[in-house]
């Protein structure tokens, strides 16, 4: 077993009583968010890749039995028609939205890359920005942007920077270093673009949104003050705070002693957060104080926190900084192996929509946790426009949020996207340029 997976199954965790059924013959819709190698689309990586693909088929089976466990489907025959079809199609990527019963589809839309570059889209009018495919494997959600983007006909074009040859075929790709603020920019003026998307948290964090405002390009992502809310969990918790916003008890720790303090007040399961962004790796969930302790010490500052019960959700919503338009909640499964028996990632696979879920999810959630954190970042003076990502866990003492991302989520946003029925580009449009009261609903 990895040494930060928790001793605890999910079935020991999920004590209260919102747990989700089988969902036999449901039309939901299947992300997975793997890494994989098109023998005919892609040229072959380069050999130092290979190790690391492996370990992500090994991820890809283990999302697949876990997939099928929740979707109630039979396990067997669907398993080896997902591993017949994926034994073919090797290809760096995720795949979209789609009926779980018709997984020929699925595959037919697979996102790819070429592991090395980062994958970047831009539009006539916006550009999404993603991360370096190769780290986690992503892909998926950018090439989900760009398709829900694409179904638009009123948009002219559509590029994407980097992109890959999956985001390709629907859009311009254009190969420039999207770490580097200046050459996105040089870039959205070159093109006349009016809306930059960006997918990743790295550019926010790193004041992209800033940069293109300046350059009076709209831009649907955080400025890096607003983007603080995922790029400091001690942030986000002071946020809540002031917000009143329900979350778990916590302590921000800096040294050895704190730390024991923090996770001897809590007691186990100990639930141990690095401060700063960590592509999902950051938090250790475990019933083991020495494994807590040392997770804890391999940061300046960790965030320890109470354990919360109960099954997770995550919800987007679309804000202007002063309006929020609440997404239909999507459930991803964030740990790797059967059993939720393996370390955290930064999302195994994801669906929508959530029949077992409360039927007021989305209003509570409004109420309590999106609008008062968008009224309270206005109020400090760093309107948040942009998604916020609510992670919520529905718990036996009501819902309270695990966490929030300044960006789209990955790979909820394969399916909820795929859910979407008006137009994307309009509503992100509408947001970044301060106009979301106006729109008529999703
Ligand atoms: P985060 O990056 O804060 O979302 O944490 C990643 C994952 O760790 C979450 O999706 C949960 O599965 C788990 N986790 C985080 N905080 C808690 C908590 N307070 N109690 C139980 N599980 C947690
Ligand atoms: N699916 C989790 C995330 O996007 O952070």
């Known amino acids: 077993r990895p040494r930060n997976a928790s001793p605890l199954r999910a079935s020991d965790r999920r004590r209260n009583t919102h747990k989700p059924p089988h969902l036999t013959n449901l039309p939901l819709h299947l992300l997975i968010n793997c890494t994989f190698l098109s023998n005919h689309r892609l040229q072959p990586p380069p050999k130092p890749q290979l190790p690391a693909i492996n370990r992500q088929i090994d991820m890809r089976r283990a999302l697949v039995a876990h997939a099928l466990l929740h979707l109630g489907q039979d396990r067997p025959v669907l398993l080896k028609r997902v591993l017949h079809i994926f034994g073919h199609h090797r290809a760096q990527g995720g795949i979209i939205g789609a009926d779980i019963a018709q997984l020929k589809p699925i595959v037919a839309r697979l996102t790819l890359g070429d592991g090395r570059h980062e994958i970047q889209a831009v539009h006539d009018k916006h550009i999404i920005v993603q991360r370096p495919i190769n780290t986690t494997g992503s892909g998926g959600r950018e090439h989900a942007l760009a398709a829900a983007l694409n179904r638009d006909t009123t948009l002219e074009e559509l ?10 075929e629907i859009a311009l790709c254009h190969a420039i270093d999207t770490t580097d603020n200046n050459v996105v920019v040089e870039l959205a003026k070159k093109l006349n673009i009016d809306l930059v998307v960006v997918g990743p948290e790295k550019p926010l964090v790193n004041g992209l949104a800033d940069a293109l405002n300046k350059a009076n390009i709209a831009c649907f992502g955080p400025s890096k003050a607003a983007a603080q809310i995922e790029g400091s969990k001690d942030f986000a918790k002071q946020v809540m705070r002031d917000a009143g916003v329900p979350t778990a008890k916590s302590f921000t720790c800096n040294n050895q002693k704190e730390i024991e303090k923090a996770l001897d007040t809590f007691g186990a399961p100990y639930v141990v957060k690095h401060d ?4 999902g790796k950051g938090v250790v969930v475990t019933e083991d104080r020495d494994l807590a302790i040392e997770h804890a010490l391999q940061s300046p500052q960790v965030v320890i926190e109470e354990f919360l019960d109960g099954p997770e959700v995550s919800l987007f919503g679309i804000s202007d900084g002063t309006t929020v338009i609440a997404m239909q909640p999507a459930q991803d499964f964030k740990r790797a192996f059967d059993g939720d028996l393996g370390p955290n990632t930064g999302g195994m696979g994801a669906y929508s929509p959530l029949p077992w879920a409360p039927d007021e999810i989305m209003e509570e959630t409004l109420d309590k946790v999106l609008n008062p954190t968008i009224q309270e970042m206005a109020a400090r003076g760093t309107p948040f426009v942009g998604l916020l990502y609510a992670g919520l866990a529905l718990t036996s003492r009501g819902t309270k949020v695990i966490e929030f991302n300044a960006r789209f989520g ?33």
């Open 159 to 168: 590029h994407v920077a980097p992109g890959n040859p999956g985001i390709a």
């Open 276 to 279: 700063g962004l960590a592509a």
């Open 410 to 442: 990955d790979p909820e946003t394969q399916v909820v996207l795929a859910r979407l029925n008006s137009s994307l580009s309009e509503l992100l449009l509408a947001a970044a340029t301060g106009k979301l009261s106006s729109l008529p609903e999703l």
